[in-house]
């Protein structure tokens, strides 16, 4: 799929008929749900009535797009925003929406991210890097495992493929096994660094090769150089939202999650369908 130009997204956010007929074209139902009509005029800014029937319908009923009250157009440039990872603050001055109204629909681009990781889910397998990340509280005192007040991420990336995360409560054994085997394929090659609490993967059923990062980084195929530059990835971008709560931090961190496994992709068309994703119909206006 080519990737749309900014001219062409300049188009569709200019005027919010532009938008929602577009919209409403990439759903695949610009059909009058009552006549199989394509005859229509648009008498508002979210609805459009068939010539042939006379009734009015919502095009984006039953998606996610008719969850909040605004138009099609700042739907388009919130989303096109959300793609470029601009912060819902820097986002709702640019298109001149309240912040409230733009972090909520930034929460349900998220909310929709998290229901996709969720639906495509698989098990990986082949070989992995498995390694822990420490997210958010206070800079100063321990750093690392030990260090309090911080969010604890596990995450399993599957070379060649794709990286998996998930919140954990501490780095037990019992903890990142309980992970492990409900995303790894039995017999798979599980790389990892030297943290005793990796030592039980050989009792789960998996080949276990670790590094001592004291000495070596490296050591021909032992190493976990993917999974922490994933790390890497999620931390630059999430540092800009200076903060973020406990609560929210999960559908964050699988946004990232969303986003490293689909590098390289048009997102924003991408988002768009994922928004339109529902089996609701179009209904008549009552």
């Not at 596990?154 to 919140?167: P, T």
């Not at 090769?209 to 032992?222: A, C, E, S, T």
Request: aromatic letters at 12%; one cysteine or more.
């Amino acid at each position: 799929m080519d990737r749309m130009d900014f001219r062409e997204i300049g188009r569709l956010i200019s005027d919010d008929r532009i938008a929602l007929e577009y919209l409403w074209k990439r759903r695949g139902s610009a059909t009058c749900h009552f006549c199989d009509s394509s005859d229509f005029y648009f008498i508002g800014r979210n609805r459009v009535r068939c010539k042939e029937c006379r009734k009015d319908l919502w095009p984006l009923q039953g998606t996610r797009f008719s969850s909040l009250r605004i138009a099609p157009s700042q739907w388009l440039s919130l989303i096109k925003l959300f793609e470029l990872s601009v912060s819902a603050r820097k986002a709702s001055q640019d298109i001149h929406l309240s912040y409230k109204t733009t972090l909520r629909a930034y929460d349900i681009l998220r909310r929709v991210l998290v229901e996709e990781l969720a639906r495509t889910d698989a098990i990986l397998k082949g070989e992995l890097e498995a390694d822990e990340a420490y997210f958010g509280g206070k800079r100063k005192g321990k750093r690392g495992r030990g260090a309090g007040g911080k969010t604890i991420v596990f995450g399993i990336l599957e070379r060649g493929g794709k990286v998996s995360v998930s919140i954990v409560q501490d780095v037990s054994a019992e903890s990142l096994m309980t992970e492990t085997v409900k995303r790894v394929r039995r017999g798979s090659i599980v790389y990892t660094d030297k943290w005793r609490g990796y030592d039980s993967l050989v009792f789960c059923g998996y080949k276990h090769l670790n590094i001592d990062h004291r000495y070596k980084f490296k050591q021909g195929k032992v190493y976990i150089n993917g999974i922490e530059g994933f790390w890497a990835f999620a931390k630059e971008r999430l540092i800009k939202h200076h903060g973020i709560s406990r609560q929210k931090f999960l559908f964050y961190i699988k946004e990232m999650e969303w986003r490293y496994n689909h590098r390289g992709k048009d997102l924003f068309e991408y988002l768009i369908d994922l928004m339109l994703d529902e089996t609701a119909l179009v209904v008549e206006v009552t």
